[in-house]
């Protein structure tokens, strides 16, 4: 069956400090990869995404970076925290045209 | 990237229908429309999702207009863990590149 693994749950950094998220997929083969930021009561905002191994496009210029080092593995990163990095990170996959499968999300709290 | 429009919040009686409105008018005839939903703290969870013909399974239906322009998300009988934000998207081949809206949340009263 098709899973995706997104850790941690919730993480509270402080700001200057470096980020590090992962997501792996099992089950499915060279599929989309997606981050997503959710801020309280919003939708959804594409981050990056990666259609393959070392493959990224940023949706949004930022304070963060994504990398693809293997099919099923996406990591969303950042040097420096800012306070607006805050939020609620998402990721997904998904193998057109069927739809997307979100993690459980990580909760990031900069201070 | 792909514009949906949908209601801000809907209300529904717990164990009648909801019918969750989507419009798409600028969708193209490669377009898929799909619906999610999302629990509080949680991902959204993948619900349907179709290209022109309507279109049911276990959680739900989508009646799909005949111009595409525009779909309806069913829930044939509103439970209290039916309360969540449903966000209505369209996705095209390729890259995919889509955004979420806002989405309709939806509250069921008991």
């Known amino acids: 069956s098709q899973t995706i693994h997104q850790w941690p749950a919730t993480l509270v950094q402080p700001v200057g400090s470096p980020l590090s998220l992962e997501c792996t997929v099992e089950?499915?083969?060279?599929?989309?990869l997606y981050w997503y930021r959710q801020a309280a009561g919003r939708g959804l905002q594409l981050l990056f995404y990666?259609?393959?191994?070392?493959?990224i496009s940023s949706e949004v210029p930022q304070n963060l970076s994504a990398s693809r080092p293997q099919d099923r593995q996406f990591i969303l990163s950042s040097k420096k925290l800012l306070l607006s990095d805050s939020g609620f990170y998402l990721c997904a996959w998904s193998v057109f045209p069927g739809g997307y499968t979100f993690g459980s999300g990580t909760r990031l709290t900069v201070v | 990237d792909a514009k949906t429009t949908q209601p801000n919040s809907m209300e529904s009686n717990e164990e009648e229908p909801v019918h969750l409105p989507c419009n798409h008018s600028?969708?193209?005839?490669?377009?898929?429309i799909h619906w999610y939903r999302q629990l509080p703290s949680q991902g959204p969870e993948y619900v349907i999702h179709?290209?022109?013909s309507n279109v049911n399974n276990r959680m739900a239906s989508l009646a799909i207009a005949e111009d595409r322009k525009s779909s309806t998300l069913i829930l044939h009988r509103a439970t209290l863990r039916d309360a969540a934000v449903y966000y209505c998207?369209?996705?095209?081949?390729?890259?995919?590149?889509?955004?979420f809206g806002t989405g309709t949340k939806l509250q069921v009263i008991p």
């Open positions: 990666s259609v393959g191994i070392g493959q």
């Open positions: 179709g290209l022109t």
């Open positions: 998207i369209r996705v095209s081949g390729g890259y995919q590149k889509v955004t």
């Open positions: 089950g499915t083969s060279n599929p989309n």
């Open positions: 600028t969708i193209s005839g490669t377009d898929y």
